[in-house]
């Protein structure tokens, strides 16, 4: 078994065995770059040693003796040595960049012997002691686990005794007395002596490098970021050069472009006599890139070269390390450099226009989930320090406001011109007029589809959600965070991206639709066959929609718009209603309202499909809660308004229900309640005779929501069908090209799609829904309580309310798709869950074959470049699986 490879020997397709770094040392060796030689132990040499108890294996050892020769000869060094001593760095390189999350150890091969050797071979004592002392501190700190406050205590007081600001004043006698203090600590602390014997240092090293991928800071890292726990890092062992012998050394970090705009310029910084970490620890303020140029034109014109030619070579940004070592330059590492979303957009557009890349292969460098970054307002990160808790991301974008505590003081307060952040315990439809009035929502309990989250998402507002660290106390009118208390009224920031909640006014920066995003939209649009709808419910989101690029509306969920505080209280009379006379008398009202909404959609979406859903929550949340009326009746004084409260709170008791969810609401209110639903498609149709009358194209398609056997369907679609004919009247039915579908939901309706199908114009399969019936996780509830631990834990791979599960929920999806399409070819099917804004889940769509997917209009130009990566990753699978097929 091969555990050990040399640089010479790698190329960078071997990421998965070498680690990123390892397999670009090895394929810029191979390019002729200025490399120090080295060689890499292996991912499974990582994966052994822990299945070993943390053991190197004899095996292993041999190899790496034997490699560490083969570096000996081509240096013409010797590891121990104190003529010719023989230095080396041990890093980690895991195959999935996790930068500074792992251990390094420069140095290796220094002791009191070498040390010497070095002081006389570069006849300077101060450089050699100053690269002992750092080994012993970065050996105590990695290898022996030594807190490295102890080593800082004892170097500042090295200082104040030399009366010394800067390491780079200690004279070499100054680091021989801290070697020994160093020494002494070291056996202090860990009751042993630091090696002397240099293999084992090598030995001790790899092994600790190995180690730390089981570090804590490494496991939140790969679980933030999905990289898998079995991985395993593999460690390279590279010949040290210095960067700190003298003036005509030095060391620093250069990106080929500039990681935040994106300008194709060199963009990094650099310090003289300095080894690599003095430019991360921030001990010495670099000096910028461009001030190479004039101090050593020679290595900045090579500097160039090497950028120009790495980043061809990856036909991307580089971030690249170098040291210069007596005047000459040496690479150390390249990697793609991290960069900004909208630097990221910048640079891949560049590098097609370039001729660098292809449009298809710019469109998989885009990290779809950045784009959220750049259409929405952000926080400036300096700023946002004071943070006081964090819950769950749930709607992106930044915003700062003055907390307030129920949605009426929000509404009053914007009233006045104040910016206010609703702060709930959790939100419900009554609280909308203070959503819609807030800047951002934040509550401390629900999850990533609570009413909150998805009521902000649709709304473009940031919200955090869950944040159960919050104890909103509406008694005493402040929040409560561990020790620390905000009263209402004071200033807090959120960030939607994060979760982060912060105390203050954080300064914010505004969104914007870029040229850069505009042209990947358009390249995106020429490969994807996924179309991309928006879910919107007014006609100003609609019109946002379709400044970013949807095809029509997939969802518009009409109880939204039920919930301005006149219409609501049109609403509740409806719902109070006694008879059939005074329920139509409401609804009258209620009809002109809903038929002023819908043609101002059709008109922002002219010729495009609007997808309008049926009233689907249970009645009982446009009313206010038991407790609030209970408080109302106590304070209330006159008679009338007694009774009123009284009768109120009976209907609310009526209409209660111990699973609310799998109540009365969707299709099941319309079958119990027709006139409602009659009266919002006679409000559809109104809409539609009045655009048509303006010589507007519409395309309306009504929606019957939570059907899960056929009749249900079948009984609605039929009031559909009649009340268009009475509305519109026969002829002008026909030239009103209308759809009727429904939402598929419920398990059985996916079960019994063909039989639905009959009935059926399209399918748009409510994720929300069907995640939480297919689980049988109440989706307001779960995130709060059980799921995070199970994510933890790893009893599922990712939150299915974000992420759609496809192995059950997708089952019923292909399934429902395939049959319902069996009985009516021209069946149209797409998702308008949450899941239609979510990368994996759009793929998902893509692969599965179905139409379309429909998102919050914020979201739409990431749906659009998920459809089109999907496409692109989709085709070249295929084209490998007829090769291979053709192969065989
Ligand atoms: C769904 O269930 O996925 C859906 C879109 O409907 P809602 O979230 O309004 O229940
Ligand atoms: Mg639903």
Not at 424 to 442: A, F
Not at 465 to 481: K, M, N, P, S, T
Not at 503 to 519: N, S, Y
Not at 663 to 669: D, E, I, M, S
Request: with cysteine; proline share 4%.
């Amino acid at each position: 078994m091969r555990w050990v490879y040399a640089f010479t020997e790698g190329n960078a397709q071997m990421r998965a065995l070498l680690g990123g770094k390892g397999a670009n040392l090895a394929e810029m060796t191979r390019a002729g770059l200025p490399v120090p030689p080295g060689f890499t132990i292996t991912t499974e040499a990582c994966r052994a040693f822990f299945q070993a108890g943390r053991r190197i294996s004899d095996e292993v050892r041999q190899q790496i003796a034997a490699a560490l020769k083969q570096l000996e000869r081509d240096k013409e060094q010797v590891f121990g040595s104190a003529q010719q001593p023989l230095l080396v760095s041990v890093r980690s390189g895991s195959v999935t960049s996790m930068p500074g999350m792992m251990d390094t150890i420069l140095n290796i091969g220094l002791n009191d012997d070498t040390v010497e050797g070095l002081a006389a071979l570069t006849n300077n004592p101060r450089f050699a002691y100053d690269c002992y002392r750092r080994l012993i501190q970065m050996f105590g700190n990695v290898v022996m686990g030594i807190e490295p406050i102890h080593f800082e205590r004892l170097l500042q007081r090295l200082k104040q005794q030399l009366g010394v600001q800067e390491d780079r004043e200690v004279p070499a006698d100054g680091w021989k007395r801290l070697i020994v203090d160093y020494k002494e600590c070291i056996q202090a602390k860990a009751g042993r002596d630091f090696p002397q014997q240099v293999h084992e240092q090598l030995l001790l090293a790899v092994e600790a490098v190995f180690a730390s991928w089981h570090n804590p800071r490494a496991e939140v890292y790969r679980r933030l970021n999905g990289i898998p726990d079995d991985q395993g890092t593999a460690v390279n062992v590279q010949s040290m050069v210095f960067g700190n012998r003298g003036d005509d050394c030095g060391t620093g970090v250069v990106f080929t472009r500039n990681p935040s705009t994106g300008e194709n310029r060199l963009f990094g910084e650099y310090l003289i006599n300095a080894q690599g970490e003095d430019v991360v620890s921030g001990a010495r303020t670099p000096l910028a890139i461009a001030a190479l140029r004039d101090q050593w034109p020679d290595i900045y014109r090579q500097l160039e070269q090497v950028c120009r030619q790495l980043e061809a070579h990856y036909k991307d940004m580089q971030d690249i390390e170098f040291t210069v070592e007596n005047g000459k330059l040496y690479v150390l590492q390249t990697r793609s450099g991290k960069r900004n979303a909208q630097a990221a957009l910048t640079i891949a557009v560049d590098l097609v226009r370039e001729g660098t890349l292809d449009k298809q292969e710019a469109l998989l460098r885009i990290e779809a989930l950045h784009l959220d970054q750049l259409l929405h307002t952000r926080l400036d990160e300096d700023a946002a320090t004071d943070v006081l808790a964090v819950g769950l991301p749930a709607s992106p974008g930044a915003a700062a406001g003055i907390a307030a505590l129920d949605a009426d003081t929000a509404a009053a307060w914007s009233k006045e011109g104040k910016r206010v952040i609703l702060v709930r315990p959790e939100t419900t439809p009554e609280d909308i007029h203070g959503v819609l009035e807030s800047e951002g929502v934040l509550t401390s309990r629900g999850g990533m589809t609570s009413h909150a989250a998805v009521v902000a998402r649709g709304m473009g507002k940031p919200c955090v959600c869950g944040c159960e660290e919050l104890h909103i106390d509406l008694e005493q009118r402040c929040i409560a965070v561990g020790n620390r208390t905000i009263a209402e009224g004071e200033w807090i920031t959120l960030d939607g991206a994060s979760g982060r909640v912060i105390a203050g006014e954080v300064p914010l920066k505004e969104a914007a639709m870029t040229d850069e995003l505009r042209q990947m939209l358009q390249w995106a649009d020429e490969v994807r066959t996924l179309q991309v709808f928006a879910n919107a419910d007014n006609p100003e989101d609609a019109q946002i929609a379709r400044r970013f690029g949807a095809q029509g509306i997939g969802l518009c969920r009409t109880e939204h718009m039920f919930f301005a505080p006149e219409r609501l209280a049109v609403m509740q009379r409806m719902i109070m209603a006694d008879t059939p006379g005074e329920r139509a008398e409401a609804l009258k009202r209620l009809l002109p309202m809903q038929q002023a909404d819908f043609a101002g959609m059709f008109a922002a979406m002219e010729g495009l499909p609007v997808a309008i859903r049926l009233l689907d929550p249970p009645l009982h949340e446009f009313l206010p809660k038991v407790g609030e009326l209970q408080q109302k009746l106590q304070q209330a004084i006159g008679d009338t308004d007694k009774e009123a409260l009284r009768r109120m709170i009976r209907k609310v008791h009526e209409l209660h229900e111990a699973n609310p969810m799998l109540g009365q609401r969707g299709c099941r209110l319309g079958i119990v309640f027709p006139e409602i639903y009659e009266m919002q498609i006679e409000a559809i149709f109104c809409a539609a005779s009045d655009c048509m009358d303006k010589g507007i194209r519409v395309l309306p398609e009504i929606m019957i929501p939570l059907v899960g056997h056929v009749s249900e369907l079948k009984a609605l679609r039929e009031l559909v069908d009649q009340t268009a004919e009475r509305v519109l009247g026969a002829e002008r039915k026909r030239a009103c090209p209308y759809k009727v579908g429904t939402m598929i939901e419920v398990p059985r309706a996916a079960l019994t799609a063909g039989q639905i199908a009959e009935y059926a114009d399209f399918f748009s399969f409510g994720t929300n829904d069907l995640t939480q019936l297919t689980f049988g996780y109440s989706r307001d509830d779960a995130e709060g309580k059980f799921l995070t631990r199970y994510i933890d834990g790893k009893l599922l791979p990712h939150n299915p309310f974000q992420v759609l599960d496809t192995e059950g929920v997708g089952q019923l999806i292909e399934l429902a798709a395939s049959s319902g399409r069996s009985v009516r070819p021209s069946l149209k099917t797409g998702v308008c869950g949450e899941h239609g804004g979510d990368k994996e889940s759009i793929a998902f769509c893509h692969r599965a074959g179905l139409d379309y997917v429909s998102c919050s209009p914020y979201r739409i130009p990431m749906a659009i470049i998920a459809a089109a990566q999907a496409a692109i990753q989709h085709q070249a699978e295929r084209l490998v699986t007829a090769a291979h097929k053709d192969a065989s």
